[in-house]
């Protein structure tokens, strides 16, 4: 079975892998022109860590990776609100790990790279359109480098382009842009002194627009040393311009100071952490109403080009990994390439749009908006209730990232 994979981010690459350890030899192809270290932070929650180990990068993804053991939700003030530990030390049988985007692409790719060969990943190939045949599914993209149409045939195509994505575009071409809840994220890296234990992640702000987060990337060299700190910081603009500016903008040191002014948490420098950031960007915080349906026939769709969330609960990137493994053990299971996209669909689609609601609800961060609206802590079982609820849902608590059976198959 020749399977064309349609995007080569984390979702597309961890696909391409499975797929491979499967038995399978799929391409990938990749609008980018190349493929570069670029992005700030990331967290793998232990459900998407176990499939990366599973995949055999266990050593590759802790070598690059910091396991942070605490997260921290605090109010406005900076005050805690609730607590809870993390990976190893809340019970999973795998870590959570905090990692540069940059660095988790390149490892994946090299894995791609070595196990697929080099001619497996192709970049500058942008996704035009593509038709199913009696046999088959015919793709045509646009070389971006020579400029030509390039057709491909395949038996499955697999739509793994993100937010934007040009395969989601054809299957609901009335869909319109992605939804703008009004809030940006100035997001960026710098060095900086260990928080707290140095292995805490900090979530400050119940409200969308006003919340800060910050955790290391980068594991330092001694207690007390500084890490790579990766932040972000969410602000609401006076006015809400459409159609949105989808254009990264650069956000210079001064207009940032200025927006940490109003901002006074007492266990970090907000200026300080500016001043060090090298680059701070501006990102809209964008999602996607869920959609009744991802496959048709045999081609499909996986990650954020499926469900695109909002970043609360750190549960994108770990759910588009869960989808990718589990596409390449129902394609490895059925004969049938349509059957086998449909029942990836009814293992996944309900479940990952219930997770995009829940974002949208503010998912375990409403401990903190609960919190302040009662002006002090919630009560422990009930603050539990509310976070452990968000777990079951994203399928992501201890129980059941520790006993549910692998997704990896046997080589065909």
């Known amino acids: 079975m020749h399977v064309t994979i349609v995007g080569g981010g984390i979702a597309g690459r961890t696909c391409a892998l499975s797929l491979h350890a499967a038995g399978f030899r799929p391409r990938v192809r990749e609008a980018a022109r190349s493929i570069e270290a670029v992005g700030v932070g990331i967290n793998l929650l232990p ?14 993804l802790a070598a690059i990776a910091l396991p942070p053991h605490r997260l921290s939700y605090r109010d406005r003030s900076g005050e805690p609100v609730w607590d809870e530990t993390l990976g190893l030390a809340a019970g999973y049988r795998w870590s959570q790990y905090s990692v540069h985007r940059g ?5 994946l790719l090299a894995a791609v790279r070595e196990r697929l060969g080099a001619d497996r990943i192709r970049t500058g190939l942008l996704f035009r359109r593509a038709e199913q045949t009696p046999h088959g599914v015919r793709a045509h993209f646009l070389d971006r480098v020579g400029g030509t149409t390039v057709a491909e045939d395949t038996d499955v195509l697999i739509g793994s382009d993100g937010m934007d994505s040009a395969v989601r575009a054809q299957l609901y071409p009335s869909e319109g842009p992605a939804h703008f809840n009004g809030v940006h994220m100035w997001r960026a890296v710098a060095p900086y002194p260990h928080l707290f234990d140095g292995r805490t992640i900090v979530v400050a702000g119940g409200t969308p627009g006003a919340k800060f ?5 980068e594991d330092p060299a001694a207690k007390g040393g500084e890490a790579l700190m990766n932040w972000v910081l969410e602000v609401r603009h006076g006015v809400r311009v459409e159609p949105l500016d989808r254009v990264n903008r650069r956000i210079m040191t001064a207009e940032a100071l200025a927006g940490v002014a109003n901002w006074n948490l007492p266990w970090i420098d907000l200026a300080k952490l500016v001043e060090r950031s090298s680059a ?3 990102y809209p915080m964008l999602d996607r109403d869920p959609l009744p349906r991802w496959s048709f026939g045999r081609i499909t769709l996986l990650g954020d080009a499926a469900h ?7 549960n994108g990137g770990s759910q588009s990994i869960v989808d990718a493994r589990v596409l390449a053990w129902c394609l490895a ?8 996209l449909h029942r990836y669909e009814t293992m996944r689609r309900a479940a990952v749009n219930a997770i995009v609601l829940a974002n949208r609800e503010l998912g375990p961060e409403a401990v ?45």
Not at 333 to 340: I, L, N
Not at 391 to 401: C, F, H, I, M, S
Request: glycine share 6%; proline share 7%; hydrophobic share 45%.
């Open 308 to 314: 695109p969330m909002f970043p609360m609960g750190m």
């Open 280 to 282: 701070i960007f501006e």
């Open 103 to 107: 660095r988790l692409h390149l490892m």
């Open 368 to 412: 903190i908006a609960q919190a302040e609206a009662r002006g002090g802590t919630l009560p422990v079982d009930e603050a539990s209730a509310l976070t452990n609820n968000y777990k079951e849902l994203a399928g992501a608590t201890a129980d059941q990232v520790n006993s549910h059976a692998s997704w990896t198959v046997g080589r065909m």
């Open 213 to 217: 987060v910050a955790y290391p990337i």
């Open 47 to 60: 459900h998407a860590v176990r499939e990366i180990a599973e995949l055999g990068l266990a050593d590759e």
């Open 333 to 340: 299971r059925e004969p049938d390439p349509a059957t086998a």
